[in-house]
């Protein structure tokens, strides 16, 4: 059975699925929009245009649709889609809160429905050199990964800037952030959760976060966001005891550090630096660091429709389940949770 999809929701990713989905064999069959400039703008791309979700979804040509609508509604559209008896899709985050996300499981699963949500950050280049590094041993023994994304554009756009809408860096990148460090080590369970949460240039909701995961593998993971740093920090930075890789950017630019020659020990004397005296932190001589490339990485995020097509004709297993949906929702819940009491949270 071919993938027909039906769009509801056509801003920015809605015409992003629209015009991408079909690089991987799925039919655009019909968008729709209740706003009328993207409406205009929809019939001027050539696409079948209805102005309502429940037009959309009694086309009976349409099996699956994505969901790029704002956060709070996509419970409600859930819930229309599978009792219309549609596959569903959902941007992240799927839902507000597990308890949204249960309601919107169990439906789907009481309609005999696939559902699933596009977490398409687990085909970023930069994530997988990091997975991989953590996969082959490349590093030896990590003690840390730091994720980091910072922007100076400043301030959030259209309805992120709202809380009734479910907006705010947690629920638009943070989920992205918290999935990520996940997938890179799937069977790591988190021990404890410490966050801080702020609203810089925001009222309503946080543009900034930091977020300290402790894992049961012996790995800290550290997660920083700010809509408002103006000069980047590396997007990954990981240590281990047999080197360090930095990836700068998405663009998967970076080194692995090694020691040329590791010493033994330190030298007897005592060095003048900009710091003062100092032996452990003084400079390292010339050939005493080396550089290797990071792995080449190849990814497409179009991997995730095939999956889709895939997994509705019994070909494979979904690759975003939904349980690991809820176990990065609950972590959510837990950083907030975190930011208010200023405490770190027990987790698993």
Known sequence: MKVKLGVIGFGGMGKWHAQNAPRA??????????????????????????KTAEELLADPEINTVILTIPNHLHKEMCLLSAKAGKHVITEKPAALNVEELNEMDN??????????????????????????????????????????????NGYMHEWHIYKKFGGGMIYDWGVHLIDQILFIMPNAKVKSIYADVKNVLHEEVDDYFKIMMKMDNGITAHIELSTYILDYQPRWLVGADKGTMIVKTFACDGDIYRTGKMLEKLPPQITETEAGPTRQFAPVPPGGIVTEPLPVIHSDWTDFYKNIDDVINGRAEVLIKIPEVRRVLSLMEAVRKSSEIGEAILFE
């Open 25 to 50: 064999g799925v039919e655009i069959v019909a968008v729709c929009d209740i706003e009328e400039k993207k409406q205009m703008e929809a019939i001027e791309m050539g696409y079948k245009l209805y």
């Open 107 to 152: 439906a789907c699963k009481e309609a005999g429905v696939f559902f699933t949500c596009h977490q398409n950050r687990r085909w970023d280049r930069d994530m997988l050199t990091v997975k991989k590094a953590y996969e082959e041993g490349m590093l030896g023994n990590i003690f840390t990964i730091e994720s980091k994304l910072h922007s100076g």
